[in-house]
């Protein structure tokens, strides 16, 4: 690993790229922010779309290295600095598991939740990657009450992925307010880095005139 890493993250309060500075903290990563202010447009300005085509956060940038995508950055930064051993290693028997379900948050969870907040119906079950949004919930369900963390006794990026989208969703009243969810979220939501981002993002939402 790079003892000095020149890694920067393109961050805007309380979106994705919250979680990824959330990592980054729990990791003892030392990073630039370069603060992008959504309320102006700022994402689709040309000098960030040179960054990111795609106008969204998390950008990441290391050593001139481009990282997009939440799933990705978790990926690439829990491996980036393996002695916070948040990652389980190559070879490990929990690699696979922590990878899948990673993934799964980036191609079911998210997209049957977009379901459920916009009130449509998922797409024909053949076609469909993640079938639908009570599949999807059931999966998640029996793999947490399994616990103590999503691969059991070790806590990994997996958990603080899950943990702060599940606060989210729990306050916007798109999962029940109940165990595994609550539980889970409420352990993983009480770690110091998930709090000290909480209050950062809500004094950048504040200096931008949007709500905290």
């Not at 999807?136 to 006794?153: F, I």
Request: glycine share 8%; charged share 20%; net charge negative.
């Amino acid at each position: 690993m790079n003892e000095n890493p020149r890694l920067t993250l393109y961050h805007s309060p309380n979106t994705r790229s919250s979680a990824v500075r959330v990592l980054l903290e729990e990791l003892g990563a030392p990073y630039e922010l370069a603060v992008l202010d959504m309320t102006r447009g700022e994402q689709r300005d040309p000098a960030y779309l040179a960054v990111n085509p795609m106008g969204k956060v998390p950008a990441l940038v290391h050593d001139g290295a481009l990282v997009t995508e939440l799933v990705a950055s978790y990926v690439y930064l829990a491996d980036l600095f393996p002695e916070a051993g948040l990652a389980p290693a190559i070879g490990d028997p929990l690699r696979g598991p922590y990878l899948r379900w990673l993934a799964f948050y980036g191609s079911c969870f998210e997209p049957a939740m977009m379901d459920r907040a916009m009130k449509r119906e998922a797409g024909p079950r053949q076609s469909s990657p993640y079938g639908d949004c009570e599949t999807v919930l059931s999966v998640l369900t029996g793999q947490l009450r399994q616990g103590p963390n999503l691969l059991g006794e070790p806590f990994t990026a997996a958990d603080l992925l899950w943990g702060s989208a599940l606060k989210h969703l729990i306050a916007f009243g798109l999962i029940e307010n109940a165990d595994p969810f609550a539980g889970y979220a409420g352990k993983v939501c009480a770690r110091p880095a998930v709090a000290r981002v909480a209050a950062w993002d809500a004094e950048l939402a504040a200096a931008q005139g949007a709500p905290a």
